[in-house]
């Protein structure tokens, strides 16, 4: 954890294998616990990749899982909060969860960096959970050269998180809900 604390702000710089741009946003680092270290996205919030950006119209937190057995996991998560958007994996349904298969995370001071593996659990509201961008996983092992080895953590990072999720295993039970609210105090006590 280093030495972060509630309401820092960070930044999150997820790149393409290559050391290609992808995603560049910023949040707040919220605190930690069992599951790992949590980061909040405020209403607001800009995420910018080349070609597009979005800002965000609710709160969201993320997840970077704590290590296991001294290795750290290959994902992201991001948990949305009330008012989600909508993907089409999940035929318009609102988006409860989204979970990145990535290199494990790192952090560089305040910034926290991870590639970008192509393979995504997405969660709807209702529970469903979809496995997503399988096509692309599939046209970047040859266009960009994924290793042998990073391709099987993917795939084993992906088989394991859509299980989780399905399962509603913590922290996909609504741990998040907690980090939520933190995000909220946090955020109240920002307002000028």
Known sequence: MGDRRPGQRVRCEITKWGDRPHWSYEGVWLGADEHGEWLGFPVGTLFARPGHRFV???????????????????????????????????????????????????????????????????????GRVVVDDEAEFAEHQVLLGYPAEVVAAARASCAQVLAAASAGDPPYDGTHRRWLAELARISASNEP
């Open 56 to 126: 965000t119209a609710h709160g969201q937190v993320g997840l970077v899982p704590a290590a296991v057995d001294g290795t750290r996991p290959w994902w992201l998560a991001t948990l949305h909060g009330e008012g989600a958007g909508t993907l089409p994996p999940l035929a318009g349904e609102p988006v409860a969860l989204y979970v990145d298969m990535t290199t494990p995370a790192r952090w560089d001071g305040t910034t926290l960096c991870a590639v970008d593996l192509d393979l995504d659990v997405v969660g709807d509201v209702h």
